[in-house]
Antibody, heavy 119, light 109 residues
Framework: QVQLQQWGAGLLKPSETLSLTCEVY????????WGWIRQPPGKGLQWIGE???????HYNPSLKSRLTMSVDTSKNQFSLNLSSVTAADTAVYYC?????????????WGQGTLVTVSS | EIVMTQSPATLSASLGDRATLSCRAS??????LAWYQQKAGQAPRLLIY???TRATGIPARFSGGGSGTEFTLTISSLQSEDVAVYYC???????????FGQGTKLEIK
């Protein structure tokens, strides 16, 4: 049974870089695309982007200039970096598996990490 | 960007009622739509993909329909454990920018 476990710093100051990592248990990071989604407190879900093991990346255009995603196949992990954070980046961040070929869905989710940006 | 619009924002229904949630896409997305359920303090859970296919372990009272720009999620007989926020998400955009609807909060009346 494939599971995702995520971690990263929960409190950042404005202008710092948000860094989160998600590890794949019971499966291989080489099998799928992997996505990141965030949810500001009390609000809805926002698609951040996705990456696969060969480095193909697709980013939300509104975040693209600050966003970097990577995959480490040796550790079965994938990561998210978001630079120059502001209070508007405060959210719960989720990692997820983008499953399927013709019919896509986010079928597995990490537990979520609350990231707060505050001076 | 494909904009996903859900209605109503909040739905109040009684136990045992049939509840219908709607999702509209700003352009045709064929059947490239998923529905998720998010309970308070939890990560979202996949309910429906491909507009109408139930995910593994999802009760049969949940069903999805529609194609093109208009979609529905129906709960045939509302249970107390169905209280949650429901989101739709499209997977039709290229390059991928898989936008979500703003959510429908389902309450028990």
């Amino acid at each position: 049974q494939v599971q995702l476990q995520q971690w990263g710093a929960g409190l950042l100051k404005p202008s710092e870089t948000l860094s989160l990592t998600c590890e794949v248990y019971g499966g291989s990071v080489s099998d799928s695309y992997w996505g990141w989604i965030r949810q500001p407190p009390g609000k809805g879900l926002q698609w951040i982007g996705e990456i696969n093991h060969s480095g193909a990346r697709h980013y939300n255009p509104s975040l693209k200039s600050r966003l970097t995603m990577s995959v480490d196949t040796s550790k079965n992990q994938f990561s998210l970096n978001l630079s120059s954070v502001t209070a508007a980046d405060t959210a719960v961040y989720y990692c997820a598996r983008v499953f399927g070929s013709a019919v896509l869905r986010l079928d597995l989710w990490g537990q979520g990490t609350l990231v707060t940006v505050s001076s | 960007e494909i904009v996903m619009t859900q209605s109503p924002a909040t739905l109040s229904a009684s136990l045992g009622d049939r509840a219908t949630l709607s999702c509209r896409a700003s352009e045709s997305i064929s059947s490239n739509l998923a529905w998720y359920q998010q309970k308070a303090g939890q990560a979202p859970r996949l309910l429906i993909y491909g507009a109408s296919t139930r995910a593994t372990g999802i009760p049969a009272r949940f069903s999805g329909g529609g194609s093109g720009t208009e979609f529905t999620l129906t709960i045939s007989s509302l249970q107390s454990e169905d209280v949650a926020v429901y989101y739709c998400q499209q997977f039709n955009d290229w390059p991928p920018d898989y936008t979500f609807g703003q959510g429908t909060k389902l309450e028990i009346k």
